[in-house]
């Protein structure tokens, strides 16, 4: 199966710092990339869709400014927490999808990462 | 009415039975379906993609109903290690970003 890496596995940080969290699809190209957040004993939650080239696209609620995203290569995309505050503190996942431009059932099976556990002082 | 909904459990069966989850969607031009497998502290992975025709992987039996709207899953002989929460997923249907239910947790018990 399609495998995907996040870089680094887990981080402890001050607060105020900014933290970068790499998303890499290995041996596909994806196109898109989707990053959640999960709380403890929560569901996953959408954060944001990462495009390759362009903006990405955020969910309600999800400040664009503190989450940056760069999607700069079709087989890398980054997420930068800003100015990281206790409450940022979660499991941060990213998602990829192998992307044939065909169609098929294929196309859309999510790939995750093994996430990223940040711990915000 | 959520997009996609799970009973969020707990299931707690023994070993050896078996146990079936159900997950509703809402939206009838979805397209794609799936459910995955997520252990405590660690990423969801792909358990099965569901077609309509329905899929059977070893112990696991998945089938999707579209006239009413849901998939299901469906565990034999339920073994310790199937202890996890099933998250389904359900994409298409005019948008691309897969939607997550909130997932149904299993414990196999001795």
């Known amino acids: 199966g399609a495998v995907v890496s996040q870089h680094p596995s887990w981080v402890i940080c001050k607060s105020g710092t900014s933290v970068k969290i790499e998303c890499r699809s290995l041996d596909f190209q994806a196109t898109t990339m989707f990053w959640y957040r999960q709380f403890p004993k929560q569901s996953l939650m959408l954060m944001a869709t990462s495009n390759e080239g362009s903006k990405a696209t955020y969910e309600q609620g999800v400040e664009k400014d503190k989450f940056l995203i760069n999607h700069a290569s079709l087989t890398l995309s980054t997420l930068t927490v800003t100015s990281a505050h206790p409450e940022d503190s979660s499991f941060y996942i990213c998602?990829?999808?192998?992307?044939?431009?065909?169609?098929?059932?294929?196309?859309?099976?999510?790939?995750f990462g093994p996430g990223t556990r940040l711990t915000v002082l | 009415r959520k997009e996609v909904e799970q009973d969020p459990g707990p299931f707690n069966v023994p070993e050896g039975a078996t146990v079936a989850f159900n997950c509703t969607y809402s939206?009838?031009?979805?397209?794609?379906f799936f459910w995955y497998r997520q252990d405590c502290r660690k990423e969801p992975k792909l358990l099965m993609s569901?077609?309509?025709s329905g899929n059977e992987d070893g112990r696991f039996t998945a089938q999707l109903n579209r006239a009413s709207q849901y998939i299901s899953l469906l565990i034999r002989d339920s073994k310790l290690s199937d202890s996890a929460t099933y998250l389904c997923?359900?994409?298409?249907?005019?948008?691309?970003?897969?939607?997550f239910g909130r997932g149904t947790s299993l414990i196999v018990h001795p």
């Open positions: 998602s990829a999808s192998p992307f044939s431009g065909g169609g098929g059932r294929s196309t859309d099976t999510q790939y």
């Open positions: 569901v077609y309509s």
């Open positions: 997923v359900v994409n298409g249907g005019g948008s691309y970003i897969p939607t």
């Open positions: 939206n009838s031009a979805s397209q794609s």
